[in-house]
């Protein structure tokens, strides 16, 4: 299975919240529904971000690095936190 990267970035304060991976369901699901959807390498099937916190990400804008091999993927936080630590963003230096 083919799993790509996709940084996922707010796309009004341009702040980094999490790095995840989605295969073609996963991107065909976000494309389709509107939400971010990844695959959980863990879990090992698709889950939609937010899911169970309710936290979701709402997707504004979906675009390619020039190697066609990372997704950029602009959205609105529909809610407060973004890390399954509570935190904002996964790349929490504090």
């Known amino acids: 299975m083919k799993l790509t990267p996709a ?25 389709q529904t509107g939400y971010v959807y990844f695959w959980s390498r863990k879990r090992n099937r ?10 979701t990400l709402l997707v504004k804008k979906i675009s390619t690095d ?9 959205v609105k936080l ?3 936190v973004v890390c399954h630590t509570g935190k904002r963003t ?3 230096t504090s």
């Open 7 to 31: 940084i996922i970035q707010d796309a009004t304060t341009q702040e980094v919240y999490m790095l995840g991976f989605m295969n073609d369901e996963a991107l065909a699901l976000t494309k």
């Open 90 to 92: 996964c790349f929490n």
């Open 66 to 74: 020039c190697d066609n091999d990372t997704l950029l993927i602009k």
């Open 46 to 55: 698709l889950w939609k971000k937010g899911e169970s916190s309710g936290n």
């Open 78 to 80: 529909m809610g407060n």
